[in-house]
């Protein structure tokens, strides 16, 4: 028999019937694999956003030297002749000396003024020393701390020295006199800009650099010795923050070109569209444009500032190109600091990227401070040689003949490559390179829709995307659309919107302040916006009003609520989903949006959400009704009344499938119980007395003779906690075991089961930490006590025994608490421990006078924990716990209970580690330690004062940050599954084809008909004692259930999988299994005696198991209230069930039949309902009574015809429609049984037979549409386990006796089975539990010796 490595090679037999099986496959759903179980319910880690600019600068003043000496030219400067004499575009000798030197001057000003017009100009033309520092100084002064320029244009004076010189004049002109650096600094001060034009300028650059050092290190000495001669000084400034631009290198002449200017670097810097057209008209290629000369160029029509112009377009193209290379090239922070944080640096910056362009083909480099990696080479120069190209070939025509101008096609097929870039795009590829060009078209009315919708698409690729196009600086541009009224830029502003504030959320307040939540108002109030559109713009109104007063109070005036509540209803869930999280976060305490809630009667319209069939719709409506009652302003008796009928809604989701829902029900809860705490703790305190004075009977009490061990199930001792980090689940099997190696050492004196508690044993984080570590949370209520105190309140008698009226409202939700912490999902029970015990910490504190301790009460289990809570003790006024004399360090023995009026005296809670609270006598006396959760890192319990914002803060489940995450992936993408190329989708086909191929073979095999049923293929002693066995459907896995851990065997190679604990109550046991999805991505369901489902992922792989969801499937099976068979079934089945261990619970367990097909899970067991699931909505769809008042011992249902069969402890074979109302589905009830029906089984062809089984081994086949059996066999008494193979017809009975039969249709043996093969032949033991593989025939048998065993047909049919 091939399995699953050969698979992959044998050859395609039969295809069209292997692609039929195949559709099967596709079609069939998939339960429990949404997203919600697949990750965390956390929000995603904040990106840290360095896209603000912390300091945005503004350059308010500028300084202009001049020192030119119109005719004279400096000694050290041979000039050419011709020369390039323009400076500003002016020609000194056409005019008189000084007169130039003005004109210069003002012209210059004017230049700069073009890119920042509200600086401050001041004017030095050839000035003294004096002069430069009378301006300098001035000009810091009333800058304060923003930035200064220093502009320097050395063109009459010598170059600049390697002592760190540069030159100016004294008073009559008759030396050149020079003027350090250094002083130019200290009087400059920081933050400040300077531009260098002259020769060997990089000489300045360096020298300042140097400078600069030499300043941080005086300031260094003095900061570390005050009395040093540096200290007594005034301190230099830092020159950290200062820009500086020089003209070319330390070594290089400035170009003398005659057609060139003078000032080429000034040019560059503050006209520059000027100086690139000449520039470009002098290059060869210009000459490809024909009729363009340097006349023409100054004739370009229209103003800089002009967008639709000529000259206006061409300098927004420069802008878009020079902005683009920088971001392109630059690294991210330098790129913020000089293209971003002052409109002038940036200004001056993007010339000086043309500068070099322009200076190095004259062999001259520019050089800045900080510096700059090369840019002149880069490609996207290219694209403005083009536009200026495509603009100056118009040139002549539109001047002499006054034809319209085409504009540039520049900014569509950068958008157009934008978008090549986007179908191609991945993360790991370089950002798109136009994404600063999208930037700058956003606010222009020709390319904004395009712009906009591919924005769109790029910040839809995922927060990195978002936080790139926040850093180019999009923002500015998107919050200013949001004032256009365009109806057809909604959808695109909502999207991106969203987009944002998913990755940050800051941007709250920038949309407040700027009046943006108007807009959003208004498309959620618009009924013609299509749902998704109004499900962002609530998620942006949410985020507005998270925990933003103003946000709150913006919205609230903007008629938020009742724009919500109108929403409720929405068919898209989404929707319904981010409208209830808005309204939660709305009142979130902020009083007037509850109080306008409630005059909206919103708690009364959410309600209907919280049966709402979509999970997160169902949790949204919880937390928005949760933080409705939680608001802490005052309490009116109409606030009460609201709350106690919101509590007592809510109340109702006790038994929701989801574990998200019941987590924020906790959650919800809590707030109400921080609003009540009084009344909450007066309940508590009557729980906890009632707790020490009620025995609960418990089945240990009433043990069977056959019960051998009554410790094991006994429910006083407490539980091993189910893994909370799922992470180390092996730790836990291994401290189980331990324990049950301790309970034979466990007796005490007068021999009676002592009360050891393994629950000391903390394993939830790891083995390490079994002794409890400092950081263990110390409870008051263990998990013991609450559960106890849960099923004590399940007892009608209690209603005598407690002052309070039990049905008041804070009873009703304690109880809820309790029930709660015994969930069986472990963050659900860990939140409600944490609610309950902070207010039964409170209660004990409080509520009496502290009596002195007897310390007979006390035992101590383990060395106190060494934290202060250690010492709280002897405060307290108790004495010390007196060590007991036990022989073992880990058993102690329990001193009687001290008289009974002692107990009634509450003494201190004494939080040492084995040192327990006295709530309980009949309880042992080590208490269980629990982790403390990460939520609540540092917290320190023991002051009661902390504990009440404790409870309320460390509560939130991540939910609506989780939701929030969303909109921070990618919407558009398609997702994995749906991708034909994507790696899940090839492994789903593999598997579909394996499938396909197991089918087929096991067919061949069944069809040729199985005569003997008897070699033995695979045999081990598993763990525990095999109580339910489960093959994989179509892998060689098998699962082994014992009573309350699974193995998995691969049954192929004969080796042990994994081994791990399920985590039920130590009195429950697992009585069923499923395998769901077992076609796909296999996920265990394990059913516990309790009525607890859990199920898990990650098992039998290299992965550590993982609960994947848990809920209460039956909610009224106590272990403690078993019903028992009726009498005609008892004493056979009495026997039979003590053998199997069965008699401490008297009844079936838990039954389970899954569906694939409709995703809908069977329930029953010791309860007089089958109970329908629904998986996908995870809620319940449908009671049917049995009308039987014994329990149901098998299910099994066919979705074609919608019919369940039920096998009952009575005997009875009932048979139930499901489409047909609760008084009318029993369509059937066949009474011919005399016993408890072993199995029942309804065969899943059209017309298929019921078969059905009972104690008494009498088969009997039933049509279902006819009230008699139409055959019946009988086969061994004494049955104990039973199962009918699906496809072969054939039919295996285990009995106490130690054997297996193995029947075929005809009711004929084909084979028995008494002893193991090999193995000395030994006896087989007592059968336990058995099972058919639902293709090949393979019969697993498990038997009370602990071996596991599986027999096939014989090796030639395989």
Known sequence: MKMDSDLLHSPAVGLAEEEEADMNDWKLPLAFMKKRHSEKIEGSKALAQSWRMKDRMKTVSVALVLCLNVGVDPPDVVKTSPCARLECWIDPLSMSPQKALETIGANLQKQYENWQPRARYKQSLDPTVDEVKKLCTSLRRNAKEERVLFHYNGHGVPRPTVNGEIWVFNKNYTQYIPLSIYDLQTWMGSPSIFVYDCSNAGIIVKSFKQFALQREQELEVAAINP?????????????????????????ELLPMNPDLPADLFTSCLTTPIKIALRWFCMQKSA???????????????????????????????????????????????????????????????????????????????????PRLPPTYMHAMWQAWDLAVDICLSQLPTIIEEGTAFRHSPFFAEQLTAF??????????????????????????????LRALDLLGRFLDLGP???????????????????????????????????????????????????????????????????????????????????????????????????????????????????????????????DPARWCGVRDSAHEKLYTLLSDPIPEVRCAAVFALGTFVGNSAERTDHSTTIDHNVAMMLAQLINDGSPVVRKELVVALSHLVVQYESNFCTVALQFIEEEKNYTVPSPANTAEPGNLTPVRDS?????????????????????????????NLNLNEEGGPAAFSPGNLSTSSSASSTLGSPDNDEYILSFETIDKMRRVSSYSSLNSLIGVSFNSVYTQIWRVLLHLAADPFPEVSDLAMKVLNSIAYKATMNARPQRILDSGSLTQSAPASPTSKGTHIHQAGGSPPMPSTSSSS??????????????????????????????????????????????????????????????????????????????????????????????????????FLRNTRVRRQSRGITQRGVSRLDDQIFINRNPGVPSVVKFHPFNTCIAVADKDSICFWDWEKGERLDYFYNGNPRYTRITAMEYLNGHDCSLLLTATDDGALRIWKNFADQKNPEMVTAWQGLSDMLPTTRGQPSASAHSLARRVSIYLDRSKQGGAGMVVDWEQETGLLMTSGDVRVIRIWDTDREMKVQDIPTGADSCVTSLSCDSQRSLIVAGLG???????????????????????????????????????????????GDVRFFEPRTPDSINVLQTVKGLTALDIHPQANLFACGSMNQFIAVYNANGDVISNIKYYDGFMGQRIGAI???????????????????YMSIYSAEKRLR
């Open 287 to 369: 000459k490809l444009v024909p009729g363009v000369t340097l006349d023409l160029i100054e004739k370009i029509p229209g103003r800089l500032n002009d967008r639709r112009t000529p000259l206006g377009e061409l300098n927004w193209i420069f802008t878009a190109i020079t902005d683009t290379i920088a971001w392109n090239v630059l690294p991210r922070d330098l790129f913020q600091k000089l293209f971003r944080q002052d409109l002038l640096v940036a200004s001056l910056f993007r010339n000086f990227l043309l500068a070099e362009r322009i200076m190095r083909s004259y062999n001259c480099t520019p050089v800045s401070s």
């Open 419 to 448: 978008q090549v870039w986007l179908t191609m795009g991945v993360e790991n590829r370089n950002p798109p390179e136009q994404l600063p060009i999208v930037l700058q078209v956003l606010l222009s009315q020709v390319h904004r």
């Open 1328 to 1346: 336990s539990c058995l099972a058919f593989h639902p293709y090949w025939p393979h019969l697993a048998v498990g038997s009370n010796d602990y």
């Open 890 to 991: 880990l058993t102690n023995e329990v001193p009687k209970p001290p008289a009974r009026e002692q107990t009634s005296t509450r003494p201190p809670y004494t939080p040492t580690l084995g040192g327990q609270a006295p709530h309980s006598h009949q309880f042992p006396r080590t208490r269980k330690m629990f982790d403390k959760g990460p939520e609540q890192a540092g917290e320190d319990g023991d002051e009661p004062g902390g504990h009440r914002n404790y409870i309320s803060a460390a509560l939130q489940t991540g939910l609506c940050d989780w939701s929030a995450k969303y909109f921070a992936q990618p919407v558009m993408k398609i997702p994995e599954e749906h991708d034909l190329e994507s790696q899940v989708r090839m492994e789903r086909q593999w598997r």
């Open 715 to 743: 429910p006083a001792i407490p539980r091993l906690r189910s893994v909370n980090s799922y992470t180390n689940i092996r730790a836990a099997t291994t401290a189980r075991n331990l324990n049950k190696s301790l309970q």
């Open 464 to 590: 990195w995307a978002v936080s790139l196009a926040l850093s180019v600086g999009i923002f500015p541009y998107v919050l200013k659309l949001l004032q256009s009224s365009a109806r057809e830029l909604r959808p695109l502003l909502v999207f991106i919107w969203a987009k944002i504030l998913a990755v940050d959320s800051s941007c709250q307040a920038d949309l407040v302040k700027d009046n943006g939540h108007k807009y959003f108002l208004s498309v959620l109030a618009d009924s013609y916006m299509p749902a998704e559109h109004r499900t962002m713009a609530v998620f942006i109104l949410a985020v507005i009003v998270n925990s933003y007063n103003t946000g709150q109070e913006a919205c609230l005036q903007g008629n938020l609520i009742a724009n919500c509540l109108e929403q409720l209803s929405d068919p898209h869930p989404l929707l319904r989903q981010w409208v209830a999280i808005c309204l939660g976060r709305i009142w979130q305490n902020f």
């Open 1210 to 1256: 009575d005997g009875s074979v009932r048979v139930f429609d499901r489409r047909m109302g609760p008084n009318e589905c029993r369509v059937m009830t066949y009474r011919e049984h005399g016993a408890w029906v072993v199995k029942a089984h309804l065969q899943k062809e059209t017309d298929g037979h019921i078969i059905s089984v009972s104690v008494n």
């Open 227 to 251: 009395s040093h001669p540096l200290a007594q000084m005034p301190l230099p400034p830092s020159m950290k923050n200062c820009i500086q631009l020089a003209a070319c290198e330390a070594s």
